[in-house]
């Protein structure tokens, strides 16, 4: 590629650059993206351009194979009620030191490693993700006790907007903490969710290891509004899960988040090419 | 105990509450303070006592059994070489979920529990304590190889300046990262000491399980030179564990510390008695 | 009382320092620990203990016995009108060179003492109290004049709040400045309830030479409300000295102080009893 | 005169605000300008006019015929020593209320009631005048007690600076507080020239009775040399009241002050002449 | 004039100075006040005064014969449609040229010459006239296209705002920018309008040939409402170079611009005479 | 080309965003770049997207064929004293013409039209240019009289600090203002030169229309010594136009100036090309 070229790709994304300098960016990382050796590196280098080009990325991740790994070296037998993994004490303590201590702390080391300022937080520090025991319900509408499986009640944004205000990039591991101090697995996708909700970013982007949203011919949707998502779920179409990735970029916008992304984080760079093209990638969920 | 005695109590803090006013203290944090139930809370409102009479509080915290017992449960044999033992990459994996997804996080929680903002730093976060490999000396003079072992070779303040100039509490493990993004363990006496120094802490408060050094008759010395230390490190009256307390009060006070303090953390409230009694308690290290 | 107690004292108070913290507290100084020589240094430590953990205190003393002595030796015979004393333009100059220039720099002078920054400052500084004539009417009806005995017209919050917000400590004079240049002599009580009420303090705190309010049988009223102390006035309960008490707390709660106290000025350190203890002292007045 | 020439007049003041826009000009107020009815008014305007174009003017005030006629009226019987005035506790408690609560508040409230925003200071406030017994030497050597007559030991300048650069106009009482808290009284020409010190004040302006200093031919010096003033001294051509302002002149040079000037107060508006004409009046004294 | 008489004048000042603090002005400045040699130094002059006594002057210049002049030279024939000049594009770049590169730069020069802080504007630059076409109507109904003679559409107060809270006195040239980028020629008088109200400033200050407003008596009004201005609009009293001056004040005042003037440019200092006498000068237009 | 590698391209500009972030680049702009139609829009691009990026282009500009099209079109007879061009007043004032109101307003409206915050400034504004006539000396070693060409004598940085830390884009037209208020004719390379290093700034870049510096056998010089371009100036070698452009480089350097560059205008972009890859394009001058 000619000099004058590459050049011009650079001032090709001046508009998006002028658009979201100052902006908050959410961006859901898990899957593919955070596993797979070759994605991990285009990953940081995406981060660091977005803060050094003016945007305040924020990092929430997931756990991975390394929560199921360790649990089974520690002989762990996984406990099922109607079909849900129930997490109990010891379980969520396994829970905690991997997402914590381990796969939060690698993706801290990456951005690092490559140039960019990246801090670790769990939902633990300054209360950032208060959490209470997540009611769930079985299809026959008998509703199941799964132990230490959390939802958001309040998100503490002092923490992030002081580490984003300061030139830091936010990296958070979902694991809340509840009115007597004990500790909540929650769900990375819904944390996301809230996260982008309270902190009234203008976008959130979620790393799958998929197109998109798929209709039930198995197009890819590239918009999405409420109502059809909501037809999609009762169809079945979306389910597994997508289910949360949905509620949680409808949660985001119902919050303030003016963009909600669900995008391929199996292709390099998926990050910039959402937001620095004009057609983007994947799928965008309105209101 | 008269409610009057009870004002003339709040009083006599004044001298120290004024004179204290603003500075930095690290909280070398380990040992029984930590492990024992009956001594967390006692800490924790110490701590946010010390930070709401407008001192800034910086605890850097060890391991504890918790690390031995997960390296059992998983069936990790211990290596050593020359009596030392060898931290090979699985140890070191483990140790930093420990120190980082565990500990760190009780002692985060434990603090904000009782109204505190605590918020938990690895050394990877923003590159905090940037480590290299740590040179072993066998007595015999032979060089051994400890594998992920690592002593600091730089602080990056920048992350605490920041979290202490706005409210909140640093909770720091001990944990470091090499240039080519490896983890290293890191004594955390030693992390203490480099912290206060790059601080340019006003006090380093180490809590012990003893007294304080005691002299060869096992009598307590209220007061330590540096030269004093090193006849008694070459005597053997202070060996083992004290050695790296000791070496991390002298680091401290070479890079502008205050003063030093080796106490007795198996007192309630010990470190509010340091700081707000005139004659303290335990060892005051003096360059 | 063995160190660790004291260190258990000092934490009881973390809460209410908790609670204070950057909050406004109005003290009207007078009486017996204004004039008693050993309430002096106890009031003086209060004040400055209140300022160091974060509160901004501000003080409004009264006169006191020096101002009806050097009128004796200046000869001026006290005239009345309907059982009235009636100030003069020679009486008010009096009153002013003593409360400015002698009451008010005893107390700045003791504050500083005892290491506070304690700045003097009377209702003419900075038209801080701008007043009007007081209307006086007779039990029969009948207004008299009393001549240059004031009310509170405005009160110029700006050299408080400067003085507040940079560490300082105001003592205010009760002398108020008309409209023409003229000087006003106002009830230091009324003073404080239209200071605390003009900088939405969070307390007003009166020293008083009794326990508090008491009912008509004697007993101490610990919570009073408007309508109680309006028939407590009525029924002659309430009266004499303790009637602009209460006016200036029912005063600084209309507009927006949010608790008033009466309490006992001859217990050493009565304000921080007050203020870091449950059940406080003395009288409680709400709206 | 024409509207045309009140245009002209104003514009050739242009040179001077420019030039002392921002800085600090210490006043030292006394003689006819502070007593004489018609005197008063001008004062007030001048230094009002200085701080709206910009200029900092701080006040330092003497005494006058007030405290020596409250004296007598209170029965005092002045004691010399060596022909020297003895200042006992009863009379430094006179000359402060004086000072403070009379002739400082006059001077606020003249100012203020003209538009400015003075705030009245005494040096025991925020511990402004730190001042020690001076010592006395009588020409023949020997030293006499004069009892509380102080010196300046230390101007406390953070009051000042904290109303100056927030559009108040300090006025300051020569009244000064010891290491014990003792007051003192300070020879108001000397704590103009170590305030002008301290401030490193742009210019020192003492309002006198008389033209400026004049030569032994009794003609007016317009600029006095230090040698040149201390040969009047010595030949007595200098002396009396003019002999502090000398000395205070020449403490504000040495501190850093950029002039000092001996001035005509009984000259309307003698501080506007000095300040925004190119001759000036009186005498300049320089280093 | 006596130096004292001198001293009054300044004072007599002071209530204006007082009033105008820190209050933007704008400044129409054109006619003879601009042309006339000996006007130029006492504009210069006062526009400074006005900065150093804390207002904020904008300047909006016009053109002048220099425009005509160089068109002549050029050998530009000028084009007429109904009566009315048409502006093409090679006439609004020789106007902009003038405007901009000429009589700015002298403004500018003129005023930094006697000490002032000027920086020149031009419509383009930061986009501070943003224009569109202007519309123009023979009387006969018919529209008539003028070329390149703009209307304000928006005013960008930024680089303004930017400019006169530094120290800065802007100076500003009434072309400007199209959607498209091209360039417009607009009346003077409206700009300053325009601009007093997008600044909301104090006062604007039309400088013109004639004392004012004349009523059909041939008699100067000192004010004049919107209502009487329309009725010697439809009169014909009021007509050619005055009507877009009082459009212009109209526009200001509905902007939010406190006072509107039309003043005799030909007086020297008559902006001062205006802003600092009581009765001031010329007509002063109202809603 | 792939949308992946568009983000690869993105990507490779990292490590110069990051190393030039806040930093100030002076653009000497000239020649093709600024003459022909094609290059103008890719000019305006780089410079916006160098201040979206975090860096603080100031653009200075020279003059072109439309100042010698004006003067031919007023029948202005070029002079010249021993080959070189005479700038007499009339002369001056069409060059201030051209360059103030006519260039500087186009590259103005071309930045501002493509989204970027440009401000013109004259040498005039603010005294931004303090100017003296240049002396000039033939190579006979006779001096001749060339009028109102001048040589920076100091540049006044504040006005293009205050533009460009609050986001505006400062375009420099070469024209400087002697002590007398008389304007000069400043050669533009040279103004680029003063105006770097007076702002102590990173880069220098010239938009020439050639390559570079070429040597003695016509090849590209990609890193010139001074001492080296001493010689080839010697040598004759450097020459003409191209004499000043070296001068002014290394006159930038002297002041601080880190890298000064003479690149070749006329390839669209150059400006990214040198600033964001590793080889750069043109020739760089060291000291």
Redesign the interface.
Same mark, same amino acid.
């Given at each position: #590629?000619s =000099?004058?070229? @590459?050049? =011009?790709? /650079? !001032? =090709? %994304? &001046? $508009?998006y650059? @002028?658009e979201f @300098?100052g902006k908050t960016v959410v961006i859901k990382y898990g899957g593919a993206a955070m596993e797979r050796a070759d994605l991990k590196e $285009?990953f940081a !280098?995406?981060v660091? /351009?977005l803060r &050094?080009?003016?945007m305040k990325p924020v990092i929430v991740h997931g756990g991975g194979p390394q929560i199921g790994s360790l649990m089974k070296? &520690?002989g762990k037998e996984p406990k099922f009620v109607g079909g849900m993994r129930v997490t109990d004490e010891e379980t969520v303590?396994i829970v =905690? #030191?991997?997402?914590?201590?381990?796969i939060?702390?690698e993706i801290?080391?990456?951005i690092? *490693?490559h140039?960019g300022?990246?801090?670790? /937080?769990?939902g633990?520090? %300054?209360?950032l993700l208060r959490a209470r025991k997540r009611k769930h319900r079985l299809p026959t509408g008998e509703e199941v006790d799964l132990g230490l499986v959390g939802e958001v009640e309040l998100v503490n944004v002092e $923490?992030i907007r !002081?580490?984003e205000d300061?030139g830091?990039i936010p990296v958070i591991a979902p694991?809340g903490?509840g009115s007597e101090?004990e +500790?909540y697995n929650i769900n990375a996708d819904l944390v996301a969710g809230e996260v982008a909700a309270a902190l009234g970013a203008e976008k959130l982007i979620h790393l799958t290891d998929v197109q998109g949203i798929l209709d039930s011919a198995g197009k890819l949707v590239s918009t999405l509004s409420r109502k059809e998502a909501e037809r999609l779920v009762t169809a079945g179409v979306i389910e597994g899960g997508m289910l949360p990735k949905v509620e949680s970029a409808l949660r985001a916008l119902e919050g303030g988040t003016a963009k909600a992304h669900i995008i391929d984080g199996r292709? $390099? *760079?998926a990050i !910039?090419?959402e937001l620095? +093209?004009r057609e983007g990638?994947g799928t965008e969920i309105v209101l």
């Open positions: #590629m =000099e004058i070229r @590459r050049a =011009e790709v /650079l !001032l =090709e %994304a &001046l $508009p650059i @002028r @300098r $285009p !280098l995406d660091i /351009l &050094l080009v003016g070296r &520690l303590e =905690e #030191m991997v997402l914590v201590g381990k939060n702390k801290v080391g990456l690092n *490693h140039g300022k990246a801090v670790g /937080l769990s633990k520090d %300054a209360g $923490p !002081l580490l300061n830091f694991v903490v101090g +500790t292709v $390099p *760079h !910039l090419l620095f +093209t990638v």
